[in-house]
């Protein structure tokens, strides 16, 4: 169900709200998305990363990066593409490698 999730925030370009993202309020709200709309494009457009269970996650002028992926290097190519869209803002990676043969 997570994966599925997941896979669907990513392809409809939806941001999941970070705690304390609405205290700014609305205004940072459009930036923020606008963020993570970037960063999803161009983890989207990464054929060396599989963004299949990647969720991208903005607010208070910060990315998160959660989920999983298949080994280590993507996670770290991963942050670097986010990191070349995000501009001034903070790239946090809650990547974590994703084990063969449990529940993949």
Not at 70 to 89: L, M
């Amino acid at each position: 169900m997570h994966a599925r999730f997941s896979i669907l925030m990513l392809s409809l370009g939806l941001a999941a709200a970070v705690p304390g993202a609405h205290a700014q309020g609305a205004a940072s709200t459009q930036p923020d998305r606008a963020l993570a709309t970037s960063v999803r494009a161009a983890l989207a457009g990464a054929s060396d990363v599989n963004v299949s269970r990647i969720a991208v996650l903005g607010g208070q002028q910060r990315v998160i990066l959660e989920g999983t992926v298949p080994d280590y290097a993507q996670i770290d190519r991963a942050k670097r593409y986010a990191q070349s869209v995000a501009g001034g803002a903070e790239v946090v990676s809650r990547l974590t490698v994703r084990v063969s043969g449990r529940g993949s």
